[in-house]
């Protein structure tokens, strides 16, 4: 059974970077049942918003002047999000974005999150792309106010509505219901972590206590393969003893697989961690 309470959102940001690039518009359809709201405002990202951004969006640093910060708005983000379906189109960006705001407030932000880029994906396979023009597209969504946050917002929940109208509602179900399974971490991790991890290329370092270095891997999809070794079938009992060992992860991206490979290749080789043969 799908949530009953939903928030479709879609930020405007000065980059691509939560870490160090800031929002400057955040949009909302709120969905609950029958009844839809709609809420956004612009953001003071207090940082100039580079010129390439501004001609994308049309939101320029005059605009943004006038505009309260995250910090003023951070209570009332939260209640609107509270108890809601996180869902926006490829939502680690969005949802990195809104975690790391909080962060730098001292609050922590979590949600249960749903990708439409995923869901897409999975319910329409047969098509070859599935960023948000090629939903328009592709289900006839309409908005006069593209890369606008609000306007995007609605264009997911557009696409929501056309999927749920084409598709079974069991196989709806279980596709979102895919997307909310968290995979279970060793007893030292924090949940935090299954946020956290990019989905690019690089090495992982798993440590133990003392910080002992328990093993170092790499990955096109650093997030995928860290998870995998805690999907494995405990029976696995080098995949047990990393579990049960296992106190802190760090990573670092690299630039594609052969950067990888070479950093693995030049950590194994200076530290021998305990796993690693």
Not at 16 to 36: C, F, L, Y
Not at 55 to 80: C, D, K, W, Y
Not at 167 to 176: E, N, P, Y
Not at 220 to 226: F, Q, T, Y
């Amino acid at each position: 059974m799908l949530p009953h309470r939903l928030a479709f959102i879609d930020l405007e940001t000065t980059g691509a970077n939560p870490q160090h690039d800031r929002i400057t518009e955040i949009g909302i359809v709120e969905v609950e049942g029958d009844q839809v709201s709609r809420w956004s405002t612009l953001v003071n990202p207090q940082r100039p918003i580079p010129a390439f951004i501004q001609q994308l969006t049309g939101i320029n640093n005059a605009m943004v002047a006038g505009a309260p910060s995250f910090a003023e708005l951070a209570e009332e983000l939260a209640q609107r999000l509270q108890g809601r379906l996180f869902i926006a189109h490829n939502a680690r960006f969005d949802y990195g974005f809104v975690k790391h705001e909080f962060l730098r407030l001292g609050q922590r932000f979590r949600s249960d999150v749903v990708c439409t880029v995923r869901l897409s994906r999975k319910l329409f396979p047969h098509f070859p792309k599935h960023n948000l023009d090629s939903l328009i597209e592709r289900h006839g969504l309409h908005h006069p106010e593209r890369h606008r946050a609000l306007a995007d917002a609605d264009l997911i929940w557009q696409f929501w509505r056309k999927a749920a109208q084409a598709i079974d509602a069991a196989q709806l179900d279980a596709a979102v219901a895919l997307q909310l399974q968290r995979p279970s971490l060793p007893p030292h991790l924090d949940a935090d972590l299954l946020d956290d991890l990019p989905e690019s290329p690089g090495v992982y370092l798993f440590h133990g206590a003392n910080d002992v270095l328990l093993y170092v891997g790499k990955s096109i999809n650093l997030r995928k393969r860290v998870l995998s070794h805690f999907a494995a079938d405990t029976r696995e009992y080098k995949e047990m003893q990393l579990s049960q060992q296992l106190r802190r992860i760090d990573w670092q991206e690299t630039v594609g697989e052969l950067g990888a490979l070479l950093l693995e290749s030049r950590l194994v080789k200076t530290h021998l961690p305990l796993h690693n043969r």
